[in-house]
């Protein structure tokens, strides 16, 4: 997935939806596709 896809993806999740925290994990899914590194707290 290139950035310029993952930005497209992202937009289609966003875009005229409701946002909930199954938002922000499916962009955070979409963001790993794309080679970057989404690490959670310790």
Do not use: F, S
């Not at 999740?13 to 199954?22: G, N, S, V």
Request: aromatic share 4%; charged share 25%; net charge negative.
């Amino acid at each position: 997935m290139t950035e310029h896809d993952a930005l497209l993806a992202i937009q289609d999740l966003m875009d005229e939806a409701e946002w909930t925290p199954d938002t922000l994990n499916g962009i955070a899914d979409i963001m790993c596709q794309a080679g970057y590194q989404i690490r959670d707290t310790d």
